[in-house]
């Protein structure tokens, strides 16, 4: 791969590693979709440059493919158009005040032996610069004129690394690649200019680190401690997928971290470095924080499967499992007491906590499935530990799978998940005693269809047995006949109507 830029950052790393590095890339580029390099030739015969550029090249040296792809581009919004009409086979305007055009080639040539097998998707953006109004919260856009010019002004340098097309040639004017082998997250320009220019990028950081393992640059964390605050001219909704996209990683702790540690949570999640005060009453070792770090990382493992490649109820990544492991506790700040002989107490924490969750994932414009699921399993994170030495009566046992509806087996893996004692005697006999409640629920299940409970008589039977109406009272009277299937279990049909009479007599006298 020829390279008309080569940092002297990379006299710095091993040979091997950046070599390793580079012919992975080879490797990757030299699949690349033959309708991309066709594009290529058709920006050149206009007269105009195209590179590939940002996520696509960096995961092309981390070994990664894509058919979505990610271009720049010397010409302009409308010369792009012009051109992406001829190549594709539809286009589309993504945002031409952005400078950003979207195209779709279908396959060809599936099964004929030229590997052509899958769409190519491409973004094609007029080079420019972003910056932020500091009375906006949209980014102000002017239109470059030079790729290098466009690479500076982005993100970080791992993402500031072009492929000229078509003749594949490396651009890497900030040294990305060395920061790439070194696994360090560098911006092009300074850290504060940057994310200055767009405040965003404080939150990428974060994900960065989540998503590909990379560690702070010195000047990246220094400057998202001192402009933390910053991010607060940023939309909640480009808040909330950055934040989405980390909890989303293979491991989130560190880009967590990265927000707790530099103040970016005060700003966004406030209630996350508000339990690093508490102590956990069943974790003197550990404050809750921590703890709350470690059953997001328990819950991710209990996950089943993949979104590709689903098994299992529960497949990962799942978000509302995530959120709601993380943030289980945060109603503990608010609900601590300091019991005689040295004891704390956080009674009610986790009602508390559900309308904290609630408030919170609106203010960050979750959708409203999303918020209700999360603030539910707060809510009902406790609620296994009155099953004690499995004494629970049957009707408990409905009302532990009514309660959590289809949320169950995410409770299911938010209750094993809260289990971070040390004590392996008491950790064992809470896992078995969790496992006597599974047993339960399946026995009960399969002879009562516990996911499906309703009154042994429906409204229409209720209305005819007492001679009444649509109204209030008919919604009574199937609140007591859902009480008594709850607690007896299925009757007969003529049992339930006496009790049902019963009741109303009661009911009128």
């Given amino acids: 791969m020829p390279a008309d830029s080569r940092p002297a950052a990379d006299a710095q790393q091993p040979a091997p590693t950046l070599a390793a590095l580079q012919r992975r890339a080879l490797g990757v580029l030299a699949g690349l979709a033959p309708a991309a390099i066709e594009l290529g030739e058709a920006f050149a015969a206009a007269g105009h440059e195209l590179a590939l550029v940002g996520g696509p090249v960096r995961d092309a040296f981390l070994g990664r493919t894509s058919n979505d792809l990610d271009f720049a581009t010397s010409a302009t919004p409308d010369q792009t158009e012009a051109i992406l009409a001829r190549w594709g086979d539809a286009h589309w305007d993504m945002g031409r005040e952005f400078g950003t055009i979207g195209a779709r080639r279908f396959a060809r040539g599936a099964g004929d032996g030229t590997g052509a097998s899958a769409d190519v998707v491409v973004e094609v953006t007029t080079y420019r610069t972003d910056e932020y109004d500091p009375a906006s919260r949209k980014p102000v856009v002017a239109f470059g004129d030079t790729l290098e010019g466009d690479l500076s002004r982005r993100d970080f340098t791992v993402n500031a690394m072009a492929v000229r097309l078509p003749a594949l040639t490396f651009v890497d004017p900030f040294g990305g690649l060395a920061d790439l082998a070194a696994r360090r997250l560098r911006t092009p320009v300074g850290a504060v200019q940057s994310f200055d220019d767009d405040p965003l990028r404080m939150m990428r950081a974060a994900r960065f680190a989540a998503q590909l393992g990379f560690r702070l640059d010195d000047d990246v964390r220094q400057a998202m401690t001192s402009m933390a605050g910053r991010i607060e001219i940023v939309s909640a909704e480009r808040v909330r997928d950055e934040l989405t996209k980390l909890l989303l990683a293979a491991d989130p702790r560190p880009g967590l971290e990265a927000l707790v540690d530099t103040g970016l949570a005060d700003h966004v999640l406030p209630e996350l470095p508000a339990l690093r005060l508490e102590i956990d009453e069943h974790h003197r070792h550990k404050d809750v924080y921590q703890h709350s770090l470690t059953v997001l990382a328990q819950a991710i493992a209990l996950e089943t499967g993949t979104v590709e490649a689903p098994t299992g109820p529960v497949p990962g990544p799942d978000l509302v499992l995530r959120l709601a492991a993380l943030l289980h506790d945060v109603g503990k700040p608010a609900t601590r007491r300091f019991e005689g002989g040295g004891g704390v107490s956080f009674h009610h924490h986790e009602v508390v906590g559900a309308k904290l969750v609630a408030r919170r ?128 279990g299925p009757r007969p049909a003529e049992e339930s109507e006496a009790a049902l009479r019963e009741w109303w007599a009661a009911r009128e006298s």
Avoid at 380 to 408: C, I, K, M, N
Avoid at 417 to 446: F, G, P, Q, V
Wanted: hydrophobic share 40%.
């Fill in 361 to 488: 994932l609106k203010a960050l414009r979750f959708d409203k499935e999303t918020v209700q699921a999360v603030a539910r399993l707060t809510e009902l994170h406790l609620r296994f530990h009155g099953y004690g030495e499995g004494q629970w009566t049957d009707s408990a046992v409905r009302r532990y799978v009514t309660d959590a509806g289809p949320l169950l087996e995410r409770l299911h893996r938010l209750t094993r998940s809260d289990c971070t004692t040390r004590n392996r005697r008491k950790a064992e006999r809470l896992w078995h005693a969790y496992d006597d409640l599974e047993a339960r629920i399946a026995e009960l299940r399969e002879a009562e269809e516990l996911a499906s409970i309703r009154p042994d008589l429906d409204g229409q039977q209720i209305m005819a047995i007492l001679g009444i109406g649509p109204g209030r009272e008919v919604g009574e009277a199937y609140r007591f006949l859902l009480d008594r299937r709850m607690e007896l």
